[in-house]
């Protein structure tokens, strides 16, 4: 028989890095002052598990370490060792090693041979100090391999007597499946002996009275024979003498031999065996059965999203076209379109609810963060996190993790202050860190507020104008100051240190946020602190679009991207030299977008004063698009166009209107670069002068 | 139908890879994540082997096989125990509180079928 069981490979990798993350949790735990030993169990049991599935899957490299570490971890559980600063130090080292390690194994990367060896060799220096090391350990048996002859094979012949104990079956043992295993090793012949048998009333039904004699015949070695015999050694007298050989002509597979009967004597032990009434069992196996998850390829999960967004815009066209028809004609066709609307909807809704996952995955790695950052800038920060069991599309959760971990680096390298200063504007020395999530009207709303010192508007400001961002004379409110942190190039600390800075700074965890259909935002008060908030919808598979008229084509622009919308006199119009058209919204210089120029579209409203401008914001700038007309909000099912051609500049992907029409999406992002960009230059100097 | 064994380990991995190894062999199986949930499952349906990992959270492996030695019809019931080294205490353990015989994790799934085969015919 082939069993391969590198299919449970993906499981174990799974299920590691789940128990990875449970230890990391539980280190904080202890850390924080609960060392609890139930918690070092646990903590223990995480290491265990995962060396036991890695030599199943010959993982030497992870074997060899948690081997190691788990001696560690016994140590201390047994209070051999005691929780300090260096036993935290290594157990978070240890347990990021065996990660990088399952990371390895699942990425097929092998990692230098040494990883990991400083730690590995400190935690075998402490192991030793305690007296017990894998580096000392005995090694284990290796099974012998049967002696290969050239073109014979050897057989011996072994004389076996089998004296159970009296107590046998208490073990759970049974001969006949003994002799069972030893007839697939070669020839036997079994001889039960019952001359131990008492008389029937001094018999005692869960005992073993009888003895057996059995020869064979096996080209295996003594050992292997008493291997069979390994799970009753205590419970019986054994004797394994070789009595003879002969030499056979090599046959490539050896010959199963069917069991020879024990002679029927030995009935009386076969009897014992409880058995049940098999219609009851099976009845009880019906009820057993565990009412677990099951994992499915994300791939299946979209193609029933996909399937159920073409059968949303097939319900939609039906739905218009049977408003054609007169309700006192037809009264059921319509009440069975409505009634189809109704279950699309809610199918749609069970749908996306299948790809929805808690944000708890992302929470669970921000308390690590905190502790390892705050360490390293000595500050004192705690961590607290409500909400976690929010749940969003998966395809966001994956996108959230890198802008959510540099707000919370922000928050901790900027918010925070240092504990002296803390003390000075009498504040407690531990600073708060806030990190929710919850769900508002249909988006999904993240918050991380902290107790610090709030934006430092004064050189906020005064960074702003030096890079250009602002003009000097600026007159802006507070909130306008506070969000210039997102603005491009923009990065408020003082010295670019390696916690937040490497250039990234918030405009690119804003462009992030956007790119995924979210909005961020900033609260401050200075001197008591922050309140970043990210808003984002619940799926990238629906968007809220608004329907606008340009010529005889339809586009959807995100509602997320809209500011207002309004109708421009002309005087509010200017032209400038470099060919960019600007509004004028409340002293504020604006730059359009016309529609038709950027897709030559004809037969449309040439001046912006006749038409309307829609005013968008796309994290970096604001600019208008000039359209025809509006025709309204709704929810589109968004299809990428990327399957079936090249991307196109300036749209984003496209949806089916209730009509049947194709409709595209537009991207603001590349709106802005294909119509504007150019001339931004020129924009600058135009707001300086302003 | 096939002769029934419960797995009991905390590892799903370790589960699967066991459930999986015996269903190819033509058992029938069933699993538990520790040994609570073990007892409360065999309390219920009668099996004809057990295999339990020693450790595990809520109950361990030697704490399940102490408990099924006492209910009667688990008296004479095969108990096979994974343990992960060759640990020659855990395995004294283990027979004193009633366990059949062992095998080693990482097993090898021809050398599990054979000393399933062993306890279970």
């Known amino acids: ?690 | 139908m096939g002769k029934k064994i419960i797995t009991v380990d905390d590892s799903k991995t370790m589960r699967e890879m066991v459930a999986f190894t015996l269903k190819s062999a033509g058992y029938d199986l069933v699993e538990a994540e520790d040994g609570q949930a073990a007892l409360t499952v065999l309390q219920k349906e009668k099996v004809d082997l057990v295999i339990t990992d020693l450790n595990m959270p809520n109950m361990d492996g030697l704490t399940l096989i102490r408990n099924l030695r006492g209910l009667p019809e688990y008296k004479f019931t095969p108990i096979l125990m994974l343990t992960t080294e060759g640990d020659a205490g855990k395995k004294e353990e283990g027979k004193s509180a009633g366990a059949s015989g062992w095998i080693v994790k990482p097993f090898n799934p021809e050398k599990l079928v054979q000393v399933v085969q062993r306890l279970c015919a």
């Open chain 1, 1 to 690: 028989m082939n069993i391969d069981l590198e299919q449970f490979r993906t499981t174990y990798i799974n299920e590691s890095m789940e128990l990875l993350s449970d230890m990391e949790e539980k280190l904080l735990e202890i850390e924080n002052g609960d060392d609890d030993v139930e918690t070092l169990h646990a903590i223990f049991r995480c290491v265990h598990s995962i060396k036991g599935g890695a030599g199943a899957f010959g993982l030497d490299q992870i074997t060899r370490f948690t081997h190691e570490f788990e001696y560690f971890l016994d140590h201390l559980r047994e209070g051999k060792l005691h929780v300090d600063e260096q036993v935290m130090e290594i157990l978070f080292k240890g347990r990021d090693i065996v990660e990088h390690m399952v990371v390895a194994a699942q990425n097929n990367t092998p990692l230098a041979e040494n990883f990991g060896h400083e730690v590995a060799e400190k935690i075998a220096r402490i192991n030793q100090t305690q007296g017990s090391s894998a580096v000392a350990a005995p090694k284990e048996k290796k099974g012998e391999k049967p002696a290969s002859a050239s073109n014979t094979e050897e057989v011996n012949i072994y004389s076996i007597r089998f004296v159970p104990h009296e107590d046998l079956f208490t073990t759970g043992n049974e001969p006949v499946l003994l002799f069972g295993e030893l007839s697939r090793m070669g020839d036997t012949r079994v001889q039960c002996r019952t001359d131990k048998l008492p008389d029937l009333e001094h018999l005692h039904a869960e005992q073993c009275y009888l003895w057996w004699e059995i020869d064979l015949d096996t080209t295996a070695g003594e050992n292997e024979v008493r291997e069979v015999f390994e799970f009753v050694e205590d419970v019986c007298d054994l004797e394994v003498l070789l009595i003879g050989g002969y030499s056979l002509p090599s046959t490539s597979a050896p010959k199963p031999q069917p069991l020879s009967e024990p002679s029927s004597t030995e009935k009386t032990a076969d009897a014992i065996p409880v058995t049940q009434d098999a219609s009851e069992t099976e009845a009880q196996i019906a009820k057993a059965q565990p009412a677990a998850t099951i994992r499915v390829d994300l791939d299946k999960i979209d193609r029933l999203v996909n399937m159920v967004g073409e059968l949303v815009i097939t319900q939609g066209m039906l739905y218009m076209q049977a408003q054609r028809i007169p309700r006192d004609t037809y009264p059921e066709i319509l009440m069975g379109v409505e009634e189809l609307a109704q279950h699309t909807r809610e199918l749609q809704e069970a749908v996306m609810a299948v790809r929805m996952q808690p944000v708890k995955s992302i929470f669970a790695r921000m308390p690590r963060i905190v502790r390892d950052l705050s360490k390293k800038l000595g500050k004192n920060i705690r961590l607290e996190m409500s909400g976690e069991n929010t749940e969003v599309d998966k395809a966001i959760i994956e996108q959230l993790s890198d802008p959510l971990t540099h707000m919370i680096r922000n928050s901790i390298d900027h918010g925070i202050e240092s504990p002296e200063k803390r003390r000075e504007m009498n504040k407690p020395d531990q600073g708060r860190i806030h990190l929710s999530a919850a769900s508002v009207g249909g988006r999904i709303e993240i918050c991380i507020e902290d107790d610090g010192g709030g934006v430092n508007r004064q050189r906020v400001k005064e960074l702003a104008i030096t890079k250009g961002l602002i003009a000097e004379n600026s007159n802006l409110t507070p909130e306008e100051i506070d969000h210039l942190i997102f603005a491009p190039g923009f990065s408020t600390a003082e010295k670019v240190t390696d916690v937040s800075g490497r250039g990234v700074g918030m405009d690119v965890v804003r462009k992030n946020i956007e790119s995924i259909g979210g909005t961020t935002s900033v609260e401050s008060t200075p001197g008591k602190g922050s309140r970043f908030v990210i808003s984002l919808p619940l799926t990238l598979a629906i968007l809220d679009g608004m329907a606008v008229r340009c010529g005889r084509e339809q586009y959807i622009i995100p509602i997320a991207n809209i500011i207002e919308t309004m109708r421009p006199s002309s005087s509010s119009l200017s032209h400038l030299a470099t060919g960019i058209d600007v509004i004028n919204v409340r002293g504020e210089f604006i730059p359009l977008v016309y529609l038709y120029q950027v897709f030559s579209i004809s037969g449309t409203e040439k001046n912006a004063s006749k038409g309307l401008v829609v005013l968008v914001e796309n994290g970096k700038e604001k600019f208008g698009i000039v359209v025809d007309e509006l025709i309204g909000q709704q929810q589109v099912v968004i299809k990428s166009l990327e399957q079936n051609s090249d991307p196109v500049e300036g749209i984003s992907g496209a949806t089916i209107l209730g009509d049947g029409k194709v409709s595209l999406i537009l991207d603001t992002v590349a709106l802005y670069r294909i119509g504007i960009t150019a001339s931004r230059d020129h924009l600058h100097s135009l707001k300086a002068s302003a």
